[in-house]
């Protein structure tokens, strides 16, 4: 059966702080990459309905521009693709109202493991819509 995708959907915003800046000023490359992997691993387990994942690959990611503190920006992310044991989706953050991209990953692989961390079947292969 030929899988119908969803497209990005953008659950997560954040309100950009001080300690969220690098030495620039602007938004700091660490923080995001970090909410981006706490929301991938959110949605992947939503997705697989399945707590037990691990992130194991991210593609190349492309700052496209920055934001500065008070902007708003959030997290957008869609299923592409099933295997035995993984899930692959990607990612696109952008700010809240303007919707220009401050960045893109086009592929990050979570692996569902077993209790001694080997991969394991999910058994899942349409994406969950909810
Ligand atoms: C995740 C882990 C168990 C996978 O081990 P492994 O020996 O590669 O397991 P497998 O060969 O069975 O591969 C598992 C799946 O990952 C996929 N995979 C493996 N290497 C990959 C890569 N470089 N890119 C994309 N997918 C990859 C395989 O295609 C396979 O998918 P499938 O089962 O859907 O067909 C192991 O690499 C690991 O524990 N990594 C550390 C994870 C971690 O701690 N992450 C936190 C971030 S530091």
């Known amino acids: 059966m030929s899988q119908i ?10 309100l950009i702080k001080p300690q969220d800046l690098n030495a620039h ?3 700091f490359g660490g923080a995001v990459l970090a ?11 939503c997705q697989l309905n399945k707590k037990n994942i691990v992130t194991k690959y991210m593609s190349e990611i492309n700052f496209v521009s920055s934001a500065k503190v008070g902007d708003v920006i959030e997290i957008g992310m869609e299923t592409i693709g ?6 692959k989706v990607r990612c696109e953050v952008r700010h809240k109202f303007t919707k220009q ?10 692996v569902h493991v077993d209790e001694n961390g080997k991969s394991t079947p999910h058994g899942v292969t349409e994406p969950v819509n909810d």
Not at 5 to 14: A, E
Not at 35 to 45: L, P, S, T, V
């Open 35 to 45: 909410w981006i992997d706490e929301e991938a691993a959110i949605y992947c387990i």
């Open 101 to 110: 991209t401050i960045i893109k990953i086009d592929e990050i692989v979570f």
């Open 5 to 14: 995708f969803p497209g990005l959907r953008f659950f997560s915003r954040k």
């Open 82 to 87: 099933f295997g035995r044991s993984s899930i």
């Open 25 to 27: 000023g602007t938004l």
